[in-house]
């Protein structure tokens, strides 16, 4: 099973100069899973990262 991190989808998805890398996705997962643990790290299997790249606008 693959996994992903909010760093690499936001690399894939344009958002490269961010100061906090990740940043946009991390905010994105943060409203829609709201039971996830405070400070836990994000790791996000394929449909997750699916939802991810459907929900949240590429930096063009």
């Known amino acids: 099973m693959t996994t992903y991190e909010p760093a690499q989808l936001a690399r894939e998805l344009g958002y490269t100069n961010e100061q906090r890398p990740g940043k946009v996705v991390r905010d994105y997962l943060r409203r829609k899973y709201l039971d996830h643990t405070k400070y836990q790290r ?17 930096n063009l």
């Open 42 to 58: 994000w790791v996000l299997d394929e449909v997750q990262a699916a939802d991810v790249r459907l929900n949240v606008p590429p």
